[in-house]
């Protein structure tokens, strides 16, 4: 079997391509894999490093805003579709594959309409809750539309072949038991708190978490597990200055980056995050009770879209960033981590709506697509 894959732009687009690319080569090992991405995206280094040869093309998307710059460039990118359109062609006819499948991202556009027009079976994962312009505008082509969410399906402008299949999730977060992860970490009977804002940090996060975290620096009400992020190097010294002594307590762990997070994620009793795709993906699985902060800087404010869908569950709590204050933060947390009954309430809806068999589910679609073409 010889696959395309397209996506990129963030990690959120690529991540679900590699695990649905990894599964496909566990089931078959000799199955033929190539992942079109932009040129100089991200997946540039990704795909390589996951073990998967990779082709690119170059795209960028539109300017919403009025103005001749944002003119000229919308000029640049019309000559980019067309140009991108011609070139996932080529490098489609020279493949030869069986199927395309895209997860998001400007340059999917390009490839599976590329794909379609040569009679490619496509299909595309959505992995949030308000799906992205690319994946609304490819529907209407898909053999299948997955979603990782069931939210989504009403915000597609039509009625399309839609599978609910979740995102995929790595096998490590799926393994890790909580028990066993506590004694990893020297951690004991009294509530965890896990709280990050991404890779890069998220400064009012970070500002609203401090007032909490240099309370349980002397109280040792909480454990608490915290990355600043890229940008935030200041937090220690702003805890410092709260009068934490981050040497002596004990129960904080307070790092810049989480490079265990199946382990960090299964001690956990609560967790306080942004809500990308994967993040609640992964939570979900996990029965993790959640305090969600969207990033209100991502494309048709997806984050928040993402974050309701659990809110209306009652398995998170969401406070928008408009709304942050370290006072609104502290509160939310001592309400779910000083409730035992709310913590198994919200951890128990959180597990309802987690769907750990993803991967398997979209390999099966595939398979059913790529014989659905062979019997044509």
Known sequence: MRLIFAGGGTAGHINPALAIAG????????????YIGNKGGMEERLVPQAGFEFKSVSVQGFRRKISFKSLKENIVTVRKAVKSTN???????EFKPDICIGTGGYVSGPVLRAAAKLGIPILIHEQNAYPGITNKMLAKKAARVMLAMPAARDKFKGDYNFADT??????????EEKSSARKKL?????PVILSFGGSLGADNINKALA????????DGKYQHIHAYGQYGKWFPGLLKEKGADLDKAKNL???????????????????????????????????????????????????????????NKKAAIMIEEKDLTPEKLTEAIDSLAASPERLAEYSENAKKMGIANASERIYDIIMEVVSEKDKK
């Not at 979740?166 to 393994?175: M, Q, T, V, W």
């Open 87 to 93: 070139d996932a062609k080529k490098i489609i006819k």
């Open 23 to 34: 599964y496909v080569k566990e089931k078959q090992p000799d199955a033929e894999i190539l």
């Open 186 to 190: 020297g951690l004991d009977e009294r």
């Open 211 to 218: 007032d909490v975290i240099a309370r349980s620096a002397k």
């Open 253 to 311: 762990d307070i790092r810049e980056y989480i490079n265990d997070m199946p382990v960090c994620l299964a001690a956990a009793d609560v967790v306080v995050a942004r809500a990308g795709a994967m993040t609640l993906s992964e939570i979900q699985v996990k029965g993790k009770p959640s305090i969600l902060i969207p990033s209100p800087n991502v494309a048709e404010n997806h984050q928040y879209h993402n974050a309701m869908a659990l809110v």
């Open 166 to 175: 979740g995102n995929p999730i790595r096998g490590a977060i799926l393994k």
